[in-house]
């Protein structure tokens, strides 16, 4: 069965680290970008950070540029999303979405399959 599952989320200390990870399964992740948004409770998903299956282009949101980067390790059909300097706000549910094409904006009807999600809560 194709699926993207999420890991890495957790309890962190404002100021620290974490790592997410987004394994897909069933499609070889190199031929699709892959981006990843959060959820905060009672907000709207929003669009964090995106990776070009063909050049490795990245774009990110304001609020996470130079704070946050993505990348992807085909060999392991996997993308990861390095989190420093956390802060209470970045207190989310993160989620790893695909594009069959190579969209990588913010806009999130152009990912066409979901993760289930993965909850980080930077405690302040």
């Known amino acids: 069965q194709e699926q993207l599952v999420e890991s890495g989320g957790g309890l962190v200390q404002a100021g620290g680290s974490l790592r997410l990870s987004c394994a897909a399964s069933?499609?070889?992740?190199?031929?699709?970008?892959m981006a990843w948004f959060r959820q905060a409770q009672g907000k709207e998903r929003e669009f964090v950070a995106a990776?070009?299956?063909?050049?490795?282009?990245?774009n990110y949101a304001k609020s996470v540029k130079g704070r946050f980067t993505i990348s992807r390790d085909n060999a392991k059909n996997t993308v990861y999303l390095q989190m420093n300097s956390l802060k209470s706000e970045d207190t989310a549910v993160y989620f790893c979405?695909?594009?069959?094409?190579?969209?990588?904006?913010?806009?999130?009807?152009?990912?066409?399959?979901w993760g289930q999600g993965t909850q980080v809560t930077v405690s302040s």
């Open positions: 069933g499609r070889t992740a190199s031929n699709y970008a």
């Open positions: 990776i070009s299956r063909r050049n490795g282009n990245t």
């Open positions: 979405a695909q594009d069959f094409g190579d969209y990588i904006g913010s806009d999130r009807s152009g990912y066409e399959r």
